[in-house]
């Protein structure tokens, strides 16, 4: 071939080219538009939501919130039951820890009562009070003088404030106590007007218990913090309890229910009540 000829198949060959180019240019714009269109119109679809592509996996996650919303609900019901139970057990507890109490400060009252009766019948068995009264008050007779003597004073009273209102405002506990501890100075300072009486035998503990070093001593046995002992008390059922803590004259201990309460030492040597090691 000539110079020519190649040069015009190579012209042939270029404009088939160009031709190509320009199909292909045209059918690539041509599926542009095609796809486009077909995606606007799915997305119309998925507007309307009317597209299976969409409706499928809605369904799907309906389903899983219905589900989670279940589980939701009997969750909260779960909830709400356990809070409710847990505050009827609040509220038991505190009933049973205030009866405890108030029965634990029923009996220290009544020990503490006991304890200054005890005192005082000592002290009216160390003392004649009685005798003394009418000694006083036969002295006193002695020594009046005549009702009618010009010289007899009237005693006078204030109207605002009379001198026996004082003593009325007191018991009768703290009259006897406050007349003892007078009637005892005076038999100090004058021995030879108080009458001799047999000495009053004291009050004899029926067990042995003491504290030792933050330790309780009880009818030969030894107790300590966080031992788990056993509290009997007549005519009641034995309970068990933890013990907290020990100090002078009291211990402290911590019932199954979380409430707290103390004993007193002196209620352990009377025989109120009684301990013992819980092996359980």
Same mark, same amino acid.
């Given at each position: 071939?000539?110079?020519?000829?190649?040069?015009?198949?190579?012209?042939?060959?270029?404009?088939?080219?160009?031709?190509?180019?320009?199909?292909?240019?045209?059918?690539?714009?041509?599926?542009?538009?095609?796809?486009?269109?077909? +995606?606007?119109? *799915?997305?119309?679809? +998925?507007?309307?939501?009317?597209?299976?592509?969409?409706?499928?996996?809605?369904?799907?996650?309906?389903?899983?919130?219905?589900?989670?919303?279940?589980?939701?609900?009997?969750?909260?019901?779960?909830?709400?039951?356990?809070?409710?139970?847990?505050?009827?057990?609040?509220?038991?507890?505190?009933?049973?820890?205030?009866?405890?109490?108030?029965?634990?400060?029923?009996?220290?009252?009544?020990?503490?009562?006991?304890?200054?009766?005890?005192?005082?019948?000592?002290?009216?068995?160390?003392?004649?009070?009685?005798?003394?009264?009418?000694?006083?008050?036969?002295?006193?007779?002695? *020594?009046?003088?005549?009702?009618?003597?010009?010289?007899?004073?009237?005693?006078?009273?204030?109207?605002?404030?009379?001198?026996?209102?004082?003593?009325?405002?007191?018991?009768?506990?703290?009259?006897?106590?406050?007349?003892?501890?007078?009637?005892?100075?005076?038999?100090?300072?004058?021995?030879?007007?108080?009458?001799?009486?047999?000495?009053?035998?004291?009050?004899?503990?029926?067990?042995?218990?003491?504290?030792?070093?933050?330790?309780?001593?009880?009818?030969?046995?030894?107790?300590?913090?966080?031992?788990?002992?056993?509290?009997? *008390? *007549?005519?009641?059922?034995?309970?068990?309890?933890?013990?907290?803590?020990?100090?002078?004259?009291?211990?402290?201990?911590?019932?199954?229910?979380?409430?707290?309460?103390?004993?007193?030492?002196?209620?352990?040597?009377?025989?109120?009540?009684?301990?013992?090691?819980?092996?359980?």
């Amino acid at each position: 071939m000539d110079d020519e000829d190649c040069e015009r198949r190579r012209m042939e060959c270029l404009d088939e080219m160009s031709n190509l180019e320009k199909q292909f240019t045209d059918l690539k714009d041509q599926l542009y538009k095609e796809r486009l269109s077909q +995606v606007d119109a *799915k997305l119309q679809e +998925v507007i309307a939501g009317k597209a299976p592509e969409y409706l499928e996996p809605l369904a799907a996650l309906q389903e899983n919130m219905q589900i989670r919303t279940k589980v939701a609900g009997i969750y909260r019901e779960l909830c709400l039951e356990s809070v409710k139970n847990k505050y009827e057990c609040e509220i038991q507890a505190s009933r049973q820890h205030c009866e405890s109490e108030k029965l634990l400060l029923y009996d220290t009252v009544q020990s503490e009562l006991e304890e200054k009766i005890r005192r005082l019948e000592e002290d009216r068995h160390s003392i004649d009070i009685t005798s003394e009264l009418w000694n006083d008050e036969l002295q006193s007779r002695k *020594k009046r003088k005549d009702p009618f003597s010009p010289d007899k004073k009237k005693p006078v009273f204030s109207l605002t404030f009379p001198r026996p209102y004082i003593v009325y405002m007191l018991q009768d506990l703290d009259i006897l106590e406050d007349w003892t501890t007078i009637r005892k100075a005076m038999a100090t300072l004058g021995p030879h007007r108080v009458k001799s009486e047999p000495p009053v035998k004291l009050e004899k503990h029926l067990h042995s218990a003491r504290s030792e070093e933050g330790r309780l001593y009880y009818d030969g046995e030894w107790y300590g913090r966080g031992q788990t002992i056993c509290i009997d *008390k *007549k005519d009641e059922c034995p309970t068990s309890a933890i013990i907290t803590t020990i100090n002078h004259d009291e211990v402290w201990f911590k019932r199954p229910d979380g409430s707290k309460s103390k004993l007193y030492i002196s209620q352990l040597q009377k025989g109120k009540y009684s301990i013992k090691h819980n092996h359980n």
